[in-house]
């Protein structure tokens, strides 16, 4: 043992592996609605913004590049789970919308969703979950 | 908006943005050493058990498969920091040791990380970031 503390206390690391043990579930839980966590995220943020999102916003909040954002919404909306509208603001702006059949596969989604993320955090209190989601969130986005 | 909570603040979201966060600026800062964040992780369990490591363990506990992770220690024995060496007690097993090059190494990558760390979670008070980490760790580590 070195006197450092050991790699299990980093918080780096433990950070991927929770991460990853939570990502994994719920990619499992998705698959058979044809959707991973990337194209649900983005999904989500339509679902939420249903008068309409740009892609750079979504490329902001789901942290991917642009370009991996035009193919997730791509995807989306070969399935019929989003569409690409002008911007009443500004016609040269196209917004991604949800379709109704966009939001009964999100509202299946999310409830699997919520399902991983209960069984993954049962143990915690929700106050301390509280505080939890409130540290993620400024390490998550820093500038907010 | 729905009606449910924001995607931004979903545990599973949260969790791979901030995880994301921290892994980006550990990578950039291993980078002079060469080092990655999973070789890193491989060197640092090497250095904590420095009588001898089996590659089982190092899987179990970094979370990859042992394919992957007999890439990384072929990939730090080639660059001398680890050596291989027959279990004592079992001289069918293989051990992973730390070379002394590979303790100066993991020292310097131990400062450069703990750094990153410290940055990201500067904002938070001690006390709340212990709760935090066993938040993670129970997560992380369910069945421990």
Same mark, same amino acid.
């Given at each position: 043992?070195?006197? @450092? ?5 980093? $918080?780096?690391f ?7 043990? +939570?990502? &994994?579930?719920?990619?499992?839980a998705l ?10 995220? +983005? %999904?989500? %943020? ?12 979504l490329?902001?909040? +789901?942290?991917l590049?642009?370009? *991996?954002?035009v193919?997730l919404?791509? @995807?989306? *909306?070969? &399935?019929g789970?989003?569409?690409?509208a ?8 196209? %917004? +991604? &919308? ?9 509202a ?16 915690v209190?929700? @106050?301390?979950l509280e505080?939890?989601?409130?540290v $993620? ?8």
């Amino acid at each position: 043992m070195s006197s @450092e503390r050991p790699l299990t206390d980093d $918080l780096g690391f433990l950070l991927s592996r929770a991460s990853g043990a +939570v990502a &994994r579930s719920v990619s499992a839980a998705l698959g058979p609605l044809g959707l991973r966590v990337r194209s649900y995220s +983005v %999904l989500a %943020l339509a679902v939420e913004h249903d008068t309409g999102v740009t892609q750079r916003s979504l490329a902001a909040v +789901v942290g991917l590049d642009p370009s *991996q954002v035009v193919a997730l919404v791509d @995807e989306l *909306q070969d &399935r019929g789970l989003v569409e690409r509208a002008a911007d009443p603001n500004d016609r040269r702006n196209r %917004l +991604v &919308r949800p379709t109704a059949e966009g939001r009964r596969v999100f509202a299946e989604a999310h409830r699997l969703v919520t399902e991983q993320d209960d069984r993954h955090f049962a143990q915690v209190p929700p @106050e301390r979950l509280e505080a939890f989601r409130d540290v $993620l969130r400024r390490v998550a986005f820093p500038g907010a």
